[in-house]
């Protein structure tokens, strides 16, 4: 521990800078109570919000001075550059970001823990001491070549569980814990329980760290494919080979065996019958939770090894299209300038402008299956002409009724100029229709020109008849209410 290194971690450590904040016991108060507490690795944007907006509420009915900014606030400058007491990530399974404790919050909960735990009084150098000289002497044992050792400490064993065994049959009573060593134990076990969960996170930041790498070498450009696939591949292989590697890797090995699963539950399951640790309810409840905690823990980091993997996958696909390829060039340009203004971001002005606006579609929208067309057979005859049916067919192309768009839209826009929002049955007092096929006509104008239509309620319109002695022709129609229409604004 030298000088140098002393005064680069106060100057530069998250965990000092959560430490030397005005809102140090609140903020960790409730990073506790949401990730340690109910033993969650990652919290969704939306839960982690409401909670926090819960917290403040609660704490300004006692102290209504502290914490005064938004929730939204806290948890973006919570994962700062120059806090990083919270990882915020995108998850493929969820909708919204995920937020989850980085090794430096991790390490000032695990030093503010055994600071209170020593406050209270409790502290366990007994069991401590015990372990550290186990611990020794399984690495004597354990390093030593010579068989002739390894056999007298084999032997010594054997004869210490013999004596063991022969005094609980000839007194057919054995030797109980003192209630102090019982609790003392315990509380050195969930101790180190404690501590384990904590490296999970810089394990996971070893992995995030060299997929980091690579994705930078892939986007400034200016490596060989083959550079950046050994660069990734000996870094992985380094980092499994590292001491935090290997025993991370033993491991999950340790914990992925359903036989030492069952026997940890046995075990977990039978310290809550010790009447001892009865009063001993937060250490119980973080042991009960550790399988499954653990299990969680292994999880989110083979989750992040994999999106490694999932990297160097797309490193080493080149069977891409040109539209692919086009996109990919694109993308690169943005991270290229990204990462070229990571150190130095701009401190004024808009960096990024996102689209915000989005085309929302409902599955109702769509239409219904309806079977494919089916062409009816045609007898396919001579065909003889028959000039009446030609005369009659020319006679009723000339009847037939010709709009006037441009007319019918003028009628349009001068009704709602001078009356304002006008039904159908309005315009049609004013301008009397020609007949059904102009009151279709207007219809169309009022769908294709986004006037109001209104499917659910109707009207009904009674034209006069087209010739004499015919009856009013009735039309039962959607409403339609003509609007001043946004252009014509402008």
Same mark, same amino acid.
């Given at each position: 521990?030298?000088?140098h290194?002393l005064?680069?971690?106060?100057?530069?450590s998250?965990a000092?800078r959560?430490?030397?904040?005005?809102?140090?016991?609140?903020? !960790?108060?409730f990073?506790?109570?949401q990730?340690?507490?109910?033993?969650?690795i990652?919290?969704?944007?939306?839960d982690?919000?409401?909670?926090l907006?819960?917290?403040?509420? *609660?704490l300004?009915?006692?102290d209504?001075n502290?914490?005064?900014? *938004?929730?939204?606030?806290?948890l =973006?400058n919570?994962?700062r550059g120059?806090t /990083?007491?919270?990882? /915020?990530?995108?998850?493929?399974?969820?909708?919204?970001p995920?937020?989850?404790? $980085?090794?430096?919050?991790?390490? =000032?909960?695990?030093?503010?823990?055994r600071?209170l735990?020593?406050d /209270?009084?409790?502290?366990g150098?007994?069991?401590?001491?015990?372990?550290v000289?186990? $611990?020794?002497?399984?690495?004597? =044992?354990?390093?030593?070549?010579?068989?002739?050792?390894?056999?007298?400490?084999l032997?010594?064993?054997?004869?210490r569980l013999?004596?063991e065994?022969?005094?609980?049959?000839?007194?057919?009573s054995?030797g109980r814990?003192?209630?102090?060593?019982?609790?003392?134990?315990?509380?050195?076990?969930?101790?180190?329980?404690?501590?384990?969960?904590?490296?999970?996170r810089a394990?996971e930041?070893?992995?995030?760290?060299?997929?980091?790498q690579?994705?930078?070498?892939?986007?400034?450009?200016?490596? *060989?494919?083959?550079?950046?696939?050994g660069?990734a591949?000996?870094?992985?292989?380094i980092? *499994?080979?590292?001491?935090q590697?290997?025993?991370f890797?033993?491991f &999950?090995?340790f914990?992925l065996?359903?036989?030492?699963?069952?026997?940890?539950?046995q075990?977990?399951?039978?310290?809550?019958?010790?009447?001892?640790?009865? #009063?001993?309810?937060?250490?119980?409840?973080?042991?009960?939770r550790?399988?499954?905690?653990?299990l969680?823990?292994?999880?989110?980091?083979?989750?992040?090894?994999?999106?490694?993997?999932?990297?160097?996958?797309?490193?080493?696909?080149?069977?891409?299209?040109?539209?692919?390829?086009?996109?990919?060039?694109?993308?690169?340009n943005?991270r290229?300038?990204? &990462?070229?203004?990571?150190a130095?971001?701009?401190k004024e002005?808009?960096?990024?402008?996102?689209e915000?606006?989005a085309?929302?579609?409902?599955?109702?929208?769509?239409?219904?299956?309806?079977?494919? &067309?089916e062409?009816a057979?045609?007898?396919?005859?001579?065909?003889?002409?028959?000039? #009446?049916?030609?005369?009659?067919a020319?006679?009723?192309l000339?009847?037939?009724?010709?709009?006037?768009?441009?007319?019918?839209?003028?009628h349009v826009?001068?009704?709602?100029?001078?009356?304002?929002?006008?039904?159908?049955a309005?315009?049609l007092?004013?301008?009397?229709?020609?007949g059904?096929?102009?009151?279709?006509?207007?219809?169309?104008?009022?769908?294709d020109?986004?006037?109001?239509?209104?499917?659910e309620? !109707?009207?009904?319109?009674v034209?006069?008849?087209?010739?004499?002695?015919?009856?009013?022709?009735?039309?039962?129609?959607?409403?339609?209410t003509?609007?001043?229409?946004?252009?014509?604004?402008?």
């Open positions: 521990m030298a000088l290194q005064c680069q971690y106060f100057e530069s998250p000092i959560l430490f030397r904040s005005a809102q140090a016991p609140f903020i !960790v108060d990073l506790v109570q990730f340690k507490a109910d033993g969650r990652a919290i969704p944007y939306a982690l919000h409401s909670a907006l819960a917290y403040q509420g *609660k300004h009915e006692t209504p502290v914490m005064r900014d *938004k929730a939204s606030t806290y =973006v919570w994962c120059e /990083r007491w919270l990882h /915020r990530t995108l998850v493929a399974t969820q909708i919204e995920v937020y989850q404790l $980085t090794r430096h919050t991790e390490e =000032v909960i695990q030093f503010l823990d600071a735990q020593q /209270r009084g409790f502290i150098t007994e069991s401590r001491l015990r372990l000289i186990e $611990t020794l002497n399984d690495l004597v =044992v354990g390093t030593t070549d010579d068989p002739q050792a390894r056999l007298a400490h032997r010594g064993e054997q004869k013999q004596d065994i022969d005094s609980i049959l000839a007194n057919q054995v814990y003192q209630p102090a060593k019982i609790r003392e134990q315990f509380s050195a076990a969930v101790s180190l329980l404690k501590q384990l969960q904590g490296d999970f394990v930041e070893k992995f995030k760290e060299i997929a980091r690579v994705q930078q070498r892939k986007t400034i450009g200016g490596h *060989k494919r083959g550079e950046i696939l660069f591949l000996d870094a992985e292989d980092l *499994k080979k590292e001491d590697g290997v025993s890797y033993e &999950v090995r914990i065996s359903p036989n030492e699963q069952t026997k940890l539950r075990v977990i399951q039978a310290l809550g019958q010790i009447g001892e640790l009865s #009063d001993q309810t937060e250490g119980l409840q973080v042991v009960r550790m399988v499954p905690l653990l969680a823990e292994a999880e989110q980091v083979m989750r992040t090894n994999q999106r490694l993997s999932a990297t160097l996958r797309r490193l080493l696909d080149v069977r891409t299209t040109p539209e692919r390829q086009r996109v990919s060039e694109l993308l690169q943005i290229s300038l990204a &990462v070229s203004l990571s130095n971001p701009p002005g808009s960096f990024l402008e996102l915000t606006r085309n929302l579609n409902t599955p109702w929208s769509r239409t219904f299956w309806s079977p494919p &067309v062409f057979q045609v007898d396919l005859n001579e065909h003889v002409m028959d000039d #009446d049916r030609r005369l009659e020319f006679r009723m000339a009847e037939m009724q010709r709009l006037d768009w441009r007319k019918m839209r003028n826009s001068q009704l709602v100029r001078e009356q304002g929002p006008a039904t159908l309005d315009l007092e004013i301008y009397p229709p020609l059904a096929i102009e009151v279709l006509g207007y219809l169309q104008i009022a769908n020109d986004g006037h109001q239509i209104e499917h309620a !109707v009207e009904k319109l034209l006069p008849p087209s010739q004499v002695g015919q009856p009013p022709v009735t039309l039962t129609i959607p409403r339609v003509f609007r001043v229409r946004e252009e014509s604004l402008t």
